[in-house]
């Protein structure tokens, strides 16, 4: 639904708009950050706690977590409003302040969600979580696709604030729902200082996933943000994958630190997951580049110079994505504050090459390969830093990181072999699709396929 409500708005808004509203979409990005670390704090103190049976304490973490985030949300918004009022965008979109006013709703809407989805998720209820997410993309996306066309940007921003209205409404019916009513600022700083270095590490990476849009918005124009979006949209789809496995074994990850479950057992569950992705996104992003010429030849038409980026956005995720469990694994059994400096360093590399490249060349493509270079450097340096906790034995070592660049590097040399020259006939994807699978299938197999998904 999102990648189908992207596409729906790339076609009624066409590359101008299109770029305007993923600056948009930064809003929301941001201020899911707004909490200011009480809700990863809450990430690693609910779980122990909901395993032991202490329901007290577990009520008054939660009550603190909310009061951190609320007033998170209020500082949050009026310091968006104050940056703005000073700058030129809002006159540029021709939009005016309603649908910037209306994303920052929607941004506090989103952090409700992230505080009922963590309470729910330590107390092991991930299916009210998984229907209360699938119900925001549907009833948001679906309500966006319907809107654009005739509401334009509002129809997106008011469909997505209802998407996460609907979300909050499911989730509240879980016998685990958190508490409304917010408790005194002390529970909750306590929190947020034992969440900041998960704060700090996402909102990093936050800052590495988002540097290029905020250069091509400083030295290119909203047209050429808007082609680059394209590719965007599919490093968001790519990524969902490990991250929602990550939410799964983070409570677990937590619990296992504080001596609440096994820790061997646990570690064992993350290096299945991993080599498990490792083998099979490839399979998922391989098929989507080869297909794209096709869909935006037929769908999106003014988008055919996307084709590039996207190519290389994809290529990017797949890099991005070797770090994701391993960073969730650190972060929730490791409480020393030298993981920051691995994406804190990354940001510097990415930032130097996505800016350096944007003010000489401020192209999709080249501001692509730049942002490739920052995953990259954060993505290795991550699974560097995991590997000594992840894979305690040499042997294992050598498996993880071969398991790791094996799958990735195969699949990218087939998809560039595939991919040029681009072929926007239906049958000439299908057949290259079928070719990419066959030729990656046994890779697939032999690092962490069907057999050893179905022992995990």
């Not at 096709?294 to 084709?307: G, N």
């Not at 450097?377 to 050598?398: K, Q, W």
């Amino acid at each position: 639904m999102v990648l189908a409500r992207g596409v729906a708005a790339a076609a009624a808004l066409g590359p101008a708009g299109f770029g305007a509203w993923n600056a948009l979409n930064l809003i929301l990005d941001y201020g899911a950050y707004a909490s200011l670390g009480a809700v990863q704090g809450l990430d690693l103190a609910l779980p122990p706690a909901a395993a032991r049976g202490e329901t007290e304490a577990a009520r008054r973490a939660m009550r603190g977590a909310w009061w951190i985030t609320l007033a998170g949300a209020l500082a949050f918004t009026v310091g968006v409003l104050l940056v703005l009022s000073r700058g030129r965008w809002i006159a540029t979109t021709g939009w005016g302040w309603g649908p910037t006013v209306w994303m920052l709703v929607a941004a506090a809407v989103q952090l409700a969600i992230l505080y009922h989805a963590a309470t729910l998720r330590a107390h092991g209820d991930f299916s009210t979580v998984s229907v209360g997410l699938a119900l925001q993309a549907m009833v948001g996306g679906g309500l966006g696709i319907a809107a654009v066309w005739r509401t334009g940007v509002w129809g997106l921003v008011l469909g997505w604030i209802a998407g996460g209205v609907s979300a909050i409404a499911w989730m509240r019916r879980s016998k685990w729902r958190p508490p409304l009513l917010p408790a005194g600022p002390s529970e909750g700083l306590a929190l947020a200082r034992r969440g900041f270095p998960i704060f700090a590490f996402f909102s990093l990476t936050l800052v590495i996933r988002s540097l290029d849009r905020i250069a091509l918005a400083r030295y290119a124009d909203n047209h050429a943000l808007g082609l680059y979006s394209l590719g965007l949209t599919a490093v968001g789809m790519v990524l969902y994958l490990p991250e929602a496995a990550a939410a799964v074994l983070f409570p677990r990850v937590a619990a296992a630190a504080e001596g609440a479950r096994d820790p061997e057992e646990t570690r064992r569950q993350v290096m299945r997951v991993h080599r498990f992705l490792m083998a099979t996104l490839p399979a998922v992003v391989g098929p989507g580049v080869l297909i794209a010429p096709w869909v935006l030849a037929h769908a999106l038409p003014q988008f055919t110079s996307s084709i590039e980026p996207l190519r290389v956005l994809a290529l990017a995720s797949l890099v991005f994505s070797m770090a994701t469990i391993p960073s969730y694994y650190l972060l929730g059994s490791s409480r020393s504050p030298s993981i920051l400096a691995v994406p804190a360093f990354a940001a510097l590399v990415a930032a130097a090459a996505i800016f350096g490249t944007a003010m000489v060349s401020p192209s999709a493509t080249h501001v692509a390969w730049a942002a490739t270079a920052g995953y990259g450097c954060f993505a290795f340096a991550m699974l560097g830093l995991a590997t000594p906790r992840l894979s305690p034995e040499p042997r294992e070592r050598v498996w993880l990181w071969v398991g790791s660049l094996v799958p990735a590097l195969w699949s990218a040399g087939l998809m560039l072999w595939l991919s040029g020259p681009a072929d926007a006939t239906a049958s000439g994807a299908a057949l290259k699709t079928l070719l990419f699978l066959a030729l990656f299938a046994p890779v697939a197999l032999a690092f962490g396929g069907v057999v050893r998904f179905r022992r995990a």
